[in-house]
């Protein structure tokens, strides 16, 4: 009987995997007005900058991002294992403007590589966690990376859906 229980929860959870990675997998980022977006010439994804709105649409609705700041800080952690020459915190907002269910938009949505193309890492400082917000609500959230690099040079990937293969656009830090 356990085992029959194990199997059902296991199936269960694959089939809700399922749903919530194809139900989401079909979304469309748009520029702001101001007409930001580029493509990029590499992946063909729309390039945006800091204080650019982005607007995703997808089968739940649409909503807004927006990456607000870029600074670094001198904070550090001292029980954290990672390697950190340099941290940097990333401030944004974002913004349900149409989907009944509630919004979360997380550092779990973004992979960040140096000029490098080093992937970076999170690092844990103190940093605002962002939130689950309802239709209509706004929210803001920042997050710390660990940078090894002396360049100021960052390209953030953005994935509407954490679990696709392909980022739906990405955003270019110069500071």
């Not at 982005?54 to 927006?66: C, P």
């Not at 992937?119 to 400082?125: G, I, K, N, R, S």
């Not at 940093?127 to 929210?139: D, E, L, P, Q």
Request: charged share 25%.
């Amino acid at each position: 009987m356990k085992k029959l229980k194990n199997l059902f929860l296991l199936l269960l959870c694959s089939i809700m995997f399922l749903v919530f990675a194809v139900g989401s997998s079909s979304s469309n980022v748009t520029t702001s007005s101001n007409g930001s977006g580029l493509p990029s010439s590499t992946k063909d994804l729309a390039t945006y900058k800091l204080n650019d709105d982005i607007y995703v649409k997808n089968q739940s609705g649409e909503y807004r991002v927006k990456f607000t700041k870029i600074y670094e800080t001198s904070n550090r952690n001292q029980y954290s294992d990672k390697q950190a020459n340099r941290v940097i915190v990333i401030e944004y907002e974002y913004e349900n403007i149409s989907q009944e269910e509630d919004l979360y938009v997380s550092e779990l949505d973004f992979k960040l590589y140096d000029k490098e193309n080093n992937q970076l890492e999170t690092y844990p400082v103190d940093t605002k966690y962002s939130s689950y917000i309802s239709k209509g609500r706004k929210a803001t959230a920042s997050v710390a990376y660990a940078l090894n690099s002396d360049s100021n040079y960052i390209e953030l990937e953005f994935y509407d859906n954490m679990f696709s293969s392909s980022a739906n656009c990405k955003v270019i830090f110069e500071w």
